[in-house]
């Protein structure tokens, strides 16, 4: 078996046996074809290579100023292929198994505060035309429930039919949570499907294929994608007098989750609402909100100064 195969068999166990997204397999690919194609370099073989072989690449990529979270991830993906290999019987070590990646700090999540979310939504409101709308809602459903952007951008329009005022979403793994809307969040969404017909793609076959979906589009996949409505919301950023590098769906998820952190929420709660399947993903955002509580004490206590 050749390893172009081998990671190939590898994708598709992780897409039949666990669920994994279109984004999660195109990832594993990537780590996997790097660590391929730096073995090769090598005139090693994926399939036959040792620890030490493993560890020079490490080193290399080290050299070469790559990132530790980026090892560390690339590693994790070796781990996983290597082990599906023993387990398959296609080899009978796992090389990977007592490798340890770069020792990495845990980065706390950009923040976006309420003010800044406020101006964002300010400026969101400008726009009256059929995608302004679009945006709006867009917008209201991730600051509410706060969805990763694959969960937003690939919702069905059926979605929103609920007569609870919450949306059922798939996450990773398959998971589905049952994620609540705010009133402002359902005013949008009836508000964009008032006008959503209007943006259907003109030919009947992206039409058709578009035509299930909430934020429906021409693109291939049938809906807008995650890296349109991230230019969109970079354009939006700008306009609100924003840093627009500092602003991502992913930092708005972020926002959504210490936002309600401040305003006393528990964690548990947080966890659910995120998709969280361990409670120690959540808690990086009581990080955030201990060095929010601390630069409070500094400046605002009457004993600070």
Not at 65 to 70: D, E, H, I, K, M
Not at 204 to 228: N, V
Not at 265 to 274: F, G, K, N, P
Request: aromatic share 4%; with cysteine; net charge positive.
């Amino acid at each position: 078996m050749t390893p172009a195969r081998a990671i190939d068999s590898f994708l598709e166990m992780m897409s039949a046996e666990r669920g994994a997204s279109d984004n999660t397999l195109s990832a594993y690919r990537r780590d996997l074809e790097d660590w391929a194609a730096a073995l090769s370099a090598a005139k090693r073989d994926i399939l036959s290579v040792g620890t030490g072989s493993l560890e020079s690449v490490l080193a290399g990529w080290a050299k070469t100023g790559l990132a530790p979270s980026t090892a560390a991830r690339k590693l994790s993906s070796l781990k996983q292929f290597c082990l599906f290999l023993q387990t398959e019987g296609l080899r009978e070590d796992n090389p990977a198994h007592s490798l340890r990646g770069p020792k990495q700090g845990r980065p706390l999540p950009k923040v976006l505060s309420e003010a800044d979310v406020d101006a964002l939504f300010k400026t969101a409101e400008l726009d009256t035309s059929p995608k302004g709308i679009r945006f709006r809602c867009l917008l209201e459903i991730l600051y509410a429930g706060g969805l990763r952007v694959t969960e937003l951008v690939t919702l069905k329009k059926n979605a929103v039919s609920r007569r609870d005022g919450c949306l059922m979403i798939k996450g990773k793994g398959g998971r589905e949570r049952l994620v609540p809307l705010t009133g402002a969040a359902q005013r949008a969404i009836a508000e964009w499907l008032s006008v959503r017909d209007e943006t259907l793609p003109s030919n009947a076959i992206a039409k058709d294929r578009a035509k299930s979906f909430l934020f429906p589009s021409a693109s291939k996949l049938g809906h807008l994608t995650r890296e349109r409505f991230a230019q969109i919301l970079k354009d939006k950023a700008r306009a609100a007098g924003l840093n627009a590098a500092k602003i991502s769906p992913h930092v708005l998820r972020h926002a959504f989750a210490t936002h309600l952190l401040a305003r006393g929420a528990d964690l548990r709660s947080v966890q659910t609402l995120l998709g969280h399947a361990d409670i120690s993903t959540t808690q990086i955002y009581t990080h955030v909100l201990d060095e929010r509580m601390r630069e409070l004490v500094e400046t605002k206590h009457p004993l600070a100064t």
